[in-house]
């Protein structure tokens, strides 16, 4: 069995404990660990409303509602994988540059080690930072973006050129993802103008807004996905802005008329058959959360994620006879 594992909510109620995510060790380590989640409460990048800081806490807490067996995926994240929480990045509000240098340093002894990891906005400038830090040891990425928004765009506010509207706009200038196997899905409302959604395809990604991925079925997308990653190493980039704010209300700059957490849900499950080195979920907001709804999501997109690398370690593991696979 792997070295570390959640605690076991039949044997303690699961509202015991200090909450870390899915109630995993918290742990600075990287040895016998195979995933760790890794807290990024960083928000001062965002151009709307701000308070993403304290999402890690908020979707940490939401976790502690997993259990051991994901039926629609059919698979035991935790007896697959050992998974750690690592705790935060020391992020400094108000000072991006150093923030960045604080999450890369934080992932790169992770990414170094060949461990996955999952991080917890924060705001999505963050991504960059982690870009960094995986594509330093992976080389350039391929990226599955779900988001209502490309965060393409090249600067705000005159010359501002780093803001969670803008990290992916910079990856691309430094080399650190590969546009031609990178797909967005969910954009959707208004934008500043039509060049907004031509300039991602004029990059190389594909691009499937709210309405083009909502005509197409989870394994229609999990297939289109699959093609276009290939083999590549790839980091999953989930905004839950992508859902609808029925259904995720807490964050920053939401836009109506979205895909439900169902629809969104299946459409990340069908993402099986990809090399994930890393991916983070981003933007929750608890302060504007009801009954913790984006919170929960939040955690619930997180161990899809552990999932969904649980299934690449079991396919790997079987095609390299019993060795998982690390770079
Ligand atoms: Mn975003
Ligand atoms: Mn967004």
Not at 83 to 95: L, N, Q, R
Not at 198 to 210: E, K, N, P
Not at 223 to 239: E, K
Request: hydrophobic share 40%; aromatic share 10%.
């Amino acid at each position: 069995m792997p070295r570390y594992q959640p605690a076991d909510s039949l044997m303690s109620p699961r509202f015991t404990g200090v909450r870390t995510f899915a109630r995993l060790p918290h742990l600075q380590t990287t040895a016998e660990v195979d995933l760790a989640v890794v807290g990024l409460p960083f928000d001062t990048g965002a151009t709307f409303k701000v308070g993403a800081r304290f999402g890690p806490e908020a979707v940490r807490s939401a976790s502690h509602m997993v259990r051991n067996y994901n039926p629609e995926l059919q698979v035991k994240p935790f007896d697959v994988l050992s998974c750690i929480d690592y705790g935060d990045a020391p992020v400094i509000p108000g000072y991006i540059h150093d923030s960045y240098a604080a999450i890369t340093a934080t992932l790169a002894p992770l990414a170094a080690a060949g461990i996955v990891t999952l991080g917890i906005g924060g705001d999505h400038s963050i991504a960059l930072g982690e870009l960094r830090a995986l594509a330093a040891v992976h080389g350039p990425l391929a990226l599955v973006q779900f988001d209502s928004h490309g965060d393409l765009w090249d600067a705000y506010y005159g010359d501002h050129k780093y803001t969670h509207g803008t990290p992916f706009r910079r990856a691309l200038e430094e080399g650190l993802l590969q546009a031609e196997r990178s797909v967005q899905l969910g954009m959707r409302g208004p934008l500043y103008g039509p060049e907004d959604l031509q300039m991602a395809r004029d990059f190389g990604f594909t691009v499937l807004t709210t309405t083009e991925l909502l005509a197409h079925s989870p394994a229609e997308i999990g297939a289109l996905v699959r093609q276009r990653v290939g083999d590549a190493n790839c980091f999953l980039s989930f905004d839950v802005d992508f859902f609808d704010p029925a259904f995720a209300p807490a964050t920053g700059t939401p836009e109506v008329g979205g895909p439900t957490s169902f629809q969104g849900l299946s459409y990340l499950r069908a993402c099986t058959g990809i090399n994930w080195v890393g991916g983070d979920v981003v933007e929750v907001l608890p302060a504007l959360d009801h009954s913790q709804i984006t919170a929960h999501l939040a955690a619930q997109v997180g161990y899809e994620f552990l999932s969904l690398v649980a299934l690449q370690h079991l396919a790997q593991s079987q095609s390299n006879s019993g060795s998982v696979n690390k770079p």
